[in-house]
Antibody
């Protein structure tokens, strides 16, 4: 069974740092594109970052709102995805979801699998 | 690329046909997905590539469109379909979502 389990969410002060983890099981994460998507409480979805698969050298794309503050990484030995969040702001408060993409033939990559989310609260 | 969903909310009855639209600020070919999200749950992929039904999703869900105008249709609304629906473009970075459409019980 495919599963993604996020962890690491917490209450942190503005300017602080936090590292989120996403543990994958039931599939080899290095074969898949993976994203972090966030959702402020009661608000809509916001894409945060993409890391492509091993075949595409794990290249990354970031949303402007987090570029230069957040860093995505992977550990193939742990089948896991990480998000290092620095210089946190109150507007980063959200549920953070990791998702894994599956290639749909010529249609491109789409996120078949999602974790349950982990809550990050940035407040003094 | 901005995605504008309409309506932002709607009230409907079980058995109703429901249509949600998503308009992109520039052409995105067919690189569009639709998701369903229930409270305190992760989004669930319903439709990919604008009109392809994700495995396991009931056939009452369908998608259409290309370029800038897209539609999600639920042919006969069921009790489990009351949720919020989002479109997402995957044509170019930054990937973006529509603002969501909340489908409520009339």
């Amino acid at each position: 069974e495919v599963q993604l389990v996020e962890s690491g969410g917490a209450l942190v002060q503005p300017g602080g740092s936090l590292r989120l983890s996403c543990a994958a099981s039931g599939f080899t994460s290095s074969d898949h594109y993976m994203d972090w998507v966030r959702q402020a409480p009661g608000k809509g979805l916001e894409w945060v970052v993409r890391t492509r698969n091993k075949a595409n050298s794990y290249t990354t794309e970031y949303a402007a709102s987090v570029k230069d503050r957040f860093i995505v990484s992977r550990d193939d030995s742990q089948n896991s995805l990480y998000l290092q969040m620095n210089s946190l702001k109150p507007e980063d408060t959200a549920f953070y979801y990791c998702c894994a993409y599956v290639r749909k033939g010529s249609f491109g990559w789409y996120p078949d699998y999602w974790g349950q989310g982990t809550l990050v609260t940035v407040s003094s | 690329i901005q995605l504008t969903q309409s309506p932002s909310s709607l009230s409907a009855s079980v058995g109703d046909r429901v249509t949600i639209t998503c308009r992109a600020s520039q052409g995105i070919s067919s690189f569009l997905a639709w998701y369903q999200q229930k409270p305190a749950k992760a989004p669930k992929l319903l439709i990919y590539a604008a009109s392809s039904l994700q495995s396991g999703v009931p056939s009452r869900f369908s998608g259409s469109g290309s370029g800038t105008d897209f539609t999600l249709t639920i042919s006969s609304l069921q009790p489990e379909d009351f949720a919020t629906y989002y479109c997402q473009q995957l044509n170019s970075y930054p990937l973006t979502f529509g603002g969501g459409t909340k489908v409520e019980i009339k």
